[in-house]
């Protein structure tokens, strides 16, 4: 069992950055996702990495302006999330697994989220 505690949501304006943290513990896995869910709407994939490697993979609406990386010996993934806009308001989680990919479906263990708001 992976637990994964997420940290570092809140309020933030138009323009402004956050930096979102996800603490793993207790297993093994490969691939770390971020993905984030508005008010009625489906929950939307956001950025992926491998945890070992460099490769990562971003959402078009998110690209240029989001970046995931994480600390190995920390055990912990960050999303950095800058110029961020209103549509970006959503509750996010990070993810684990072993599939690459941007379904929902493929990942194994969800953190409980973090709410993100920014203003206009």
């Known amino acids: 069992q992976v637990q994964l505690i997420e940290s570092g949501g809140g309020l933030v304006q138009a323009g402004g950055s956050l930096r979102l943290s996800c603490a793993a513990s207790g297993g093994t896995f490969s691939i770390m996702g971020w993905f984030r869910q508005a008010p009625g709407k489906e929950r939307e994939f956001v950025a992926v990495?491998?945890?070992?490697?460099?490769?990562?993979a971003y959402a078009d609406s998110v690209k240029g302006r989001f970046t995931i990386s994480r600390d190995n010996a920390k055990n912990t993934a960050y999303l950095q999330m800058n110029n961020l806009k209103p549509e970006d308001t959503a509750v996010y989680y990070c993810a684990v697994g072993n599939q690459w990919t941007v379904r929902t479906t493929g990942y194994d263990y969800w953190g409980q989220g973090t709410q993100v708001t920014v203003s206009s």
């Open positions: 990495a491998r945890w070992s490697g460099t490769s990562t």
